[in-house]
């Protein structure tokens, strides 16, 4: 399989340099791409593991659904069951504090926020699935109240990402923020979308450091002791910070509150450009990103590639007259890199140990999300 996966890349290279069909390279890769998928969906543990892998399936299986879609916080007649099973475990493993996913082994892994990454998928059920409808709106609104009402604060008001102390990941900038914004839009409730504005920019107030190759966000901030636990730019925090404020600016350009909001929405759009150029600035020759730009190790690390990959796609996609075509020429480099890395299970590599950031490891939820990210995000690029 493995030489298969080569000879595609060649053939990938080949049939563009030929100005061949997009179509037929697409459908060249979805042999692999539901390898990628299913090791995706056998790695889940955790809450934001499966929070994850849920918004990785909405954007490859029901993309109609997801936030990228044209109109997608309405049904349209299509049920989004491969969403829903993964939401549907989440909700079904919610602890009685609200927190979605959380039910597993010691039933509680410390994060505020992980939990919330289920939180979009969830509430969608509510209107795409009626035989349950209160099912799922009773488990969006308990994993809501906590992130809003439970949850502790820092000194700026911004939710923590822990249970039980006061810290900034950039993680959670993806995990929770995203869901409020979501909720918002559902709901017709500006008040949620200016909340999830408000949550990125003081998360970025917090993590934001200048770097090598410009202004990155290191990792994690402790707001009790006021010291960092991690000062290190970690490009998979900078991928989460990222891609959730992406999907919380293209979130609220969908509702009818952007016209007073034009301005959170273009802050949140800089702020993804100030990670795309810093990050993309600072890729190996092997055309994958740095594990670490500072503070850790800078082994090459197809996990975060693929998600700011997917991030570049996006917004290229969406927002050309920002986003030229120097996001898309590196996003297809980091494509053809990390496609040239699956192994014969599906599995990206060379990755991050998700567990241990400074360490190298072999199966990831979030790299296998990621990888599907970055096709989706592709496949909206080229057309298909
Ligand atoms: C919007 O959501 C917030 C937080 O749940 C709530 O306090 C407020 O009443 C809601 N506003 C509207 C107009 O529904
Ligand atoms: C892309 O080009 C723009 C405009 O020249 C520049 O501001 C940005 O830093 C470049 N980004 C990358 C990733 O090359
Ligand atoms: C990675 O780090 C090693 C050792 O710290 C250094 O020798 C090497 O040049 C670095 N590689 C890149 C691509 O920066
Ligand atoms: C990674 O960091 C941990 C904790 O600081 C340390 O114990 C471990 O030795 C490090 N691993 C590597 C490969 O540097």
């Known amino acids: 399989m493995h030489t298969t996966v080569i000879s595609l890349v060649a053939l990938l290279f080949s049939t563009r ?28 543990r955790t809450s934001w593991e499966q929070g994850t892998a849920a918004g990785a399936i909405v954007e490859w299986n029901d993309p109609e659904y ?25 909700a079904v493993r919610q602890t009685p504090d609200g927190r979605l996913s959380q039910n597993i082994n010691d039933a509680q892994d410390g994060a505020a926020l992980d939990g ?38 820092t000194k700026t008001g911004a939710i923590s ?37 408000d949550q990125c920019r003081l998360y970025r107030d917090a993590l934001l450091i200048d770097g090598p190759t410009g202004k990155l966000w290191a990792h994690i901030y402790d707001d009790d002791t006021s010291s960092w636990i991690d000062k290190g730019i970690w490009s998979t925090g900078n991928g989460w910070a990222a891609l959730g404020m992406l999907r919380v600016a293209v979130t609220i350009q969908k509702t009818p509150f952007y016209s007073s909001m034009t301005s959170q929405v273009s802050d949140l759009l800089s702020w993804v450009k ?9 890729l190996n020759s092997d055309n994958l990103l740095p594990d670490y730009i500072t503070g850790g190790p800078n082994f090459s690390d197809a996990a975060s590639s693929a998600a700011l990959a997917s ?30 890395g699956v192994t014969n299970l599906g599995t990206l590599s060379p990755i991050v140990n998700p567990l241990a950031w400074n360490e190298t490891g072999l199966l990831s939820t979030e790299a296998q999300g990621f990888g599907l990210m970055m096709l989706s995000g592709w496949r909206d690029w080229i057309g298909i």
């Open 161 to 197: 990402h822990r249970a039980t102390s006061r810290q900034y990941w950039a993680d959670g900038v993806y995990m929770g923020f995203p869901f409020i914004a979501y909720y918002g839009a559902v709901k017709n409730n500006g008040t949620l979308l200016q909340i999830a504005y």
């Open 274 to 282: 100030e990670i795309l150029d810093g990050e993309f600035r600072a």
């Open 17 to 44: 340099a030929l100005g061949g069909s997009d179509a037929s390279l697409y459908q060249g890769c979805l042999d692999t791409a539901e390898a990628i998928r299913s090791a995706m969906l056998g790695s889940i």
């Open 116 to 153: 919330a990454s289920a939180g979009s998928v969830v509430l969608m059920g509510s209107f795409t699935d009626p035989s349950r409808k209160s099912y799922w709106e009773n488990a969006a609104d308990a994993q809501l109240n906590y992130i809003l009402n439970v949850a502790p604060r």
């Open 311 to 340: 991030v570049a796609y996006r917004v290229a996609t969406l927002y050309p007259e920002q986003f030229g075509h120097n996001y898309t020429d590196t996003a297809e480099q980091i494509r053809v890199a990390v496609w040239n």
């Open 66 to 90: 997801s936030v990228f879609g044209a109109f997608p916080f309405v049904y349209n007649g299509l049920f989004p069951r491969d969403t829903l099973q993964l939401a549907y475990s989440a």
